[in-house]
């Protein structure tokens, strides 16, 4: 039955039946995204110590100080808020541009549609390589067959059909072979797959090496800002006799030690990182493959469609029955029992390029169009080393055709050659092949028609001549691989081609190798330690199939290499599943492909993964450059709380919760908004790629941040002492100290723009969302100076033009020291 017999639902019938019976999505119990952004909130550390806050100032009867808490804590709510609901409509907006597609019928047409629009009763079509995106009742089908193993875990094919018991299918199942039209039985929570996740729905998804990291990290901060909370609380009792304002000592210490901006930071930029990437054509499937993208060493790339274009034209037929050599490249056209042969061995309405230049040159060459006259009643699936897939065909009269056509190894094994005939027609492969073409063998057989054999091995062929096509590299693709060479990135060739064809190929798109060629038979021989180190060595990989290519990523992955593999095909999910960064084409790629892969290139083009990269390693820079300002910044913020404790200095409450969360609402945006929007810097695709398991901050890096710290630490406190021994006015004194550190802040937020480049470099960079962010700290810091009430609850004084200069300059000196670092560093010719 021709697909054009059905009709399929109309609207008014799809509303009613999603009304009834739900969209094909999981039935996760509702909730409100926005409500569970609000109560991850209000249990936020940070959160918990503000309203503590806000209540002991109420209860010790400081009125104005409780009420700019409360406001300090609508503010830091709405900010989390906001970046957290941006982080989350990002990511919603992914699911939804990488949710797989469904092949539906309504109001008699077939059209492609998202998977969660499908409603019960809705007719679908699924064939070879598609994943069934519903539960659904066999209508009509030829040759089919699925693996159920995602919900049985037995990985046999089941072959389905209309009247046998086997006639329904399930979603999540993997087509093998054939076609079937379908009636939608169940969507959503009612599938079989779906009650499968319910069970395991639960389970905790692995945390990525960086998460533990900064997990880590935070933890240690929190255990040590607890223990030092005790510690200043009991101290500050002790020299002031008053247990809630050491109370409140220990809570401003507290609060100036929790590094909330880290977590919430590292969230963000993932988030939002993935969402930039779809502005490239890339769809992160999960934000956190940004992570291993700026750390990719290895990648690993397809032939077809990857390096070529995909336009599989006819090149060139030899039929070895007459001797005759046609090339149709150059314009010759000739009928031959070898092109009408793989034509049968084609499909009948071809979707595959090849295929289609295939069914092109036979309409262009027969003298009469048999194709009306034939149907084809049996589809063996591709299967062999190298794969080859076979074809029945009878006409109404009982003739039948049995076609072959496939790798050019197989074919011959099986055919009636003479050992000296089959080395001979191999050689003429090589020499076509060699000019890197696409080289298929084309074969018929004649068995019982009404005993066929089960698998297409067991037939013996009689060979008929050979076909070949050409598939040209892409326009940019020498760039591209030279751009990734440029990043420290190795390229690696993995095809099921010829090694002459992949040879050539390489050759032409500029993959660098020394003319060794390893087969994928040749690598099910060797022991592990022979394929890493062949994996190591060698650049082109030929004749690969699934298991063969399952050795090379996980020999690679062995050496400490982070892998990157492009893939589109059924049987490159297992390999693209096992690589750190799983590369599946949008168009072209097979649903199987973009469910495994954790990256899909919309337009297919190779040219974004270095996009990508550069993306993700912008990312990760911009991380780290948030992370190294936050360090810096708090040290002074807790040296100012504790060291005049410790040191009995007489002025000792020079910030109060007020100050560190006045401070808090400046520093949040300029680490998630600034940072985050900062561009690449211009040596980073020119460095090599760093080491996944490398400690986010090293050693050095590490030391810098605190030695910011300390510096920016030692201006504040100076000038201020000097300014308390001078004046003896505390709030001239703590106005002056917060100034200062404010002025640095600002300062280090330019200097740490870059660790290498000076900051007159940096200043040329585009980032619209600075000046805004500094004019605006600007504006808070003189309105809580020179504006009443506001100055008088920060117990601040104004400062005159002289103490501002010196504000300015101590905040200069305690941070544009670093420029000079800058300047060795880059004498040294070091980027690290």
Known sequence: MSQNAYSGLTPEEVAKSREKFGSNQEDIKERNAALDLLRDIVTEPMFILLVASAVIYFVLGEKSEAVIMLVAILIVASISFYQERRSHNAMEALKKLSSPLAYVCRSSAWEEIRSEELVVDDLISVEDGDLVPADALVLECHDFSVNDSILTGESLPVFKSKTSNENTIYKGTLVLTGYCVAKVTAVGAGTALARVEKSIRNLQTE????????????????????????????????????????????????????????????SAFMALGAYRLLKENVIAKHPYTVEALGAATVICVDKTGTLTKNEMRLADVYDHGTGQFTDWQNGEA???????????????????????????????????????????????????????????????????????????????????????????IYELGLSIAEKGKRVLGVAEARPDIEQLPASQDQFVFEFLGLISFNDPPKENIDEVISSFYEAGISVKMITGDYPGTA???????????????????????????????????????????????????????KRGEVVAMTGDGVNDGPALKASHIGISMGRKGSEVAKSEASLILVDDDLSH????????????????????????IHIPIILIVTLPLLLFWE????????????????????????????????????????????????????????????????????????????????????????????????????????????????????NNLLPVVIAVS???LFAAIYIEPVSGIFGFKPLSAGYIVLSVFAAFAGTFWMEFWKAAKRSRGSAD
């Open 207 to 266: 945390k990525t090496p960086l998460q533990l990291q900064i997990r880590k990290f935070v933890v240690r901060m929190v255990a040590f800002g607890s223990a030092a909370f005790l510690l200043v609380w009991i101290l500050a009792y002790y020299q002031s006799g008053d247990l809630l304002q050491g109370l409140l000592h220990g809570l401003t210490l507290a609060m100036s030690v929790l590094p909330e901006e880290i977590p919430v930071a590292f």
């Open 334 to 424: 000739a009928f031959s029992k070898t092109l009408e042969y793989a034509m049968w061995a084609s499909e009948p309405e071809p979707f595959d390029p090849m295929e289609e230049s295939i069914h092109s040159a036979y309409e262009m060459s027969a003298p009469a169009d048999k194709r009306p006259n034939f149907r084809i009643t049996h589809e063996y699936p591709i299967s062999g080393v190298p794969p080859i897939m076979t074809h029945v065909h009878i006409d109404r009269e009982g003739n039948y055709v049995v076609a072959s056509k496939g790798g050019l190894e197989t074919i011959l094994s099986q055919s009636t050659l003479s050992d000296d005939e089959k080395n001979k």
């Open 503 to 557: 040879r050539a190929v390489a050759e032409q798109v500029k993959i660098r190798h020394e003319g060794e060629v390893v087969c994928g038979s040749e690598i099910m021989k060797m022991k592990d330690e022979e394929v890493a180190e062949v994996a190591g060595r060698a650049n082109i990989f030929a004749r690969m199939f699934p298991d063969a290519k399952m050795r090379i990523i996980s020999a690679l992955k």
């Open 609 to 632: 993964m270095v996009d990508a990269v550069a993306m993700g390693r912008k990312i990760y820079e911009n991380l780290k450059k948030a992370i190294q300002y936050i360090i810096s």
């Open 651 to 766: 002025f000792t409450e020079i910030f109060t919760p007020v100050h560190v969360i006045f401070l808090e609402l400046i520093m949040g945006p300029t680490c998630s908004i600034i940072y985050e929007n900062e561009p690449i810097e211009a040596n980073s695709m020119k460095r090599p790629p760093r080491k996944m398991s490398a400690t986010f901050l090293s050693i050095n890096e590490l030391a810098i941040s605190i030695f910011q710290g300390l510096a920016i630490t030692l201006a504040c406190l100076w000038l201020g002492y000097d300014t308390f021994s001078r004046s003896g006015d505390e709030s001239l004194s703590r106005t002056v100290i917060f100034s200062t550190l404010i002025f640095s802040n600002l300062f280090l937020t330019f200097i740490n723009r870059s660790f290498y480049y000076s900051v007159f470099t940096t200043l040329k960079y585009r």
């Open 778 to 780: 600007l504006a808070l």
